[in-house]
């Protein structure tokens, strides 16, 4: 009985850290479309797009490490929806940057990412796209253009 007790406790407190947290917008006061009560998920109505994908810094030396992506996405839709986000390599479908739930305005968001702080560039070339969860499952974004870090002047990558 004792040993019961200890485990329903234990995940009592280990659901809450499974959870989450749905970012807001950016600091703007708002509210999200709702259907029923439940926040709009993208897809369907809501097409998405990439124009942009950036890493800070750019260029990036060998061995150095991204501080931040920043993606420019747009969303084609009458309100807002919601969705999770992420950035990952394309070659070997690692993820790049953080998973992260984004409510999206009509027209063109800017979203920043934190990476993966163990990621680091090592070939001559690294494609990335942006992964959107559409209908419960993760897709890629289509995208204005590809986008490559590619080396520059030795051992720098840029994705300009």
């Known amino acids: 009985m004792k ?20 970012q807001g917008r950016y ?3 708002g509210r999200v479309e709702r259907r029923e009560g439940r926040a709009v998920y993208c897809g369907g109505e ?3 797009r990439v124009g942009d994908l950036d890493m800070v810094p ?7 490490r991204i501080r931040a992506w920043r993606v ?9 929806c919601q969705t999770t986000l992420r950035i990952r390599e394309r070659s070997d479908g690692d993820i790049v940057g953080r998973a992260r739930v984004y409510y999206l305005r009509p027209g ?10 163990n990621y680091r560039f090592h070939r ?25 870090a590619r080396q520059i002047a030795g051992n720098r990558w840029s994705l300009r």
């Open 58 to 64: 750019d260029p990036i030396a060998q061995g150095e």
């Open 46 to 48: 809501h097409r998405l």
């Open 72 to 80: 420019r996405l747009r969303s084609d839709g009458t309100g807002e």
């Open 27 to 29: 600091g703007e006061e």
């Open 3 to 22: 040993k019961g007790w200890l485990l329903l406790v234990f995940i009592a407190l280990a659901v809450p850290g499974c959870v989450v947290q749905e």
């Open 108 to 117: 063109v968001n800017t979203i920043e990412f934190d990476p993966l702080e």
């Open 124 to 148: 001559r070339e690294h494609c990335f796209e942006v992964i959107a969860d559409i209908a419960g499952t993760g897709r890629a974004v289509d995208a204005d253009r590809t986008f490559c």
